[in-house]
């Protein structure tokens, strides 16, 4: 019997319109011999609704959508409820595929609501996701494990009012060019990189405006790969292809690249 799975995109995070593409991707991708699907959109200010066609993720005429779909928290039931203007339909679902991404969606928040409803569902798990959704725990994670990085000073929101304290501090510490970023985004969102003082300043502003957590690091230089891990625990740990990452611009930013990044397999 086919599986119903429930694809989740869209999300409040400053990434929803990379959701979107990628969700586009991912449904284009999943095998309908196996799975019926059950679209899901996530407005920006967080209402979830239900998706009859494919074709309005693409063009986002999904946000039109007048009917709400609602995941069911209870373990139990293991269902969404569709509410329509005059009737509410249940339906089981067998796992979630969170097409999201940024807060809300990659950090463990929408993991931890799957595994409240013991519904299995695609990704890391709630640790794994709210650790690496947030560059600043990232980073002390693999700095105690011995991973090395790029070098990086804290910032906080905060500590802006005094730029000239933060400035100095950075200076002292980096030669330009450095990449600020904040500890909470992705898809290169609120990520600059400064040659020279006032784009250092420029840049501070910019990150503080997606978080109250922000890093200053040392430019890397080299090719830049991305390689995907699956498994772990008591599963066995596979790996995918390495794939190079190719930027259309001075760094790498998901909604100026033109093309998909290349995945060769290794
Ligand atoms: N320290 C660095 N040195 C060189 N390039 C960097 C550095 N940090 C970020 N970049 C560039 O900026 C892009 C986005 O930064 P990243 O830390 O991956 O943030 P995000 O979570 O938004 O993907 C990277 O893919 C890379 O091209
Ligand atoms: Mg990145």
Redesign the pocket.
Known sequence: MKKTAAVIFGGQSSEHVVSCMSAVNVISQIDREKYNLLLIGITEEGRWLYVDNEEAVADGSWKESGVCAHLSPDAVEKCVYIVKADSVEKVPVDLAFPVLHGKWGEDGTIQGLFEMAQIPYVGCGVLASAVSMD?FYTKLIADSVGVRQ?A?EPVLGSELKDMDAVVERIEKRFAYP??I??SN???????S?AADRQSLIDGLREAALHDTKI?V??????H?IECAVFGGGSEEVKASGVGE?L?AA?????RRNTTTPSLKPS
């Open positions: 560059k790029a990086w450095v990449f970023k904040p985004a992705g898809s290169s969102r609120g990520v990189k890093l690091e040392e430019t890397i230089v080299g830049e990452i930027a001075d760094f790498y930013d998901l």
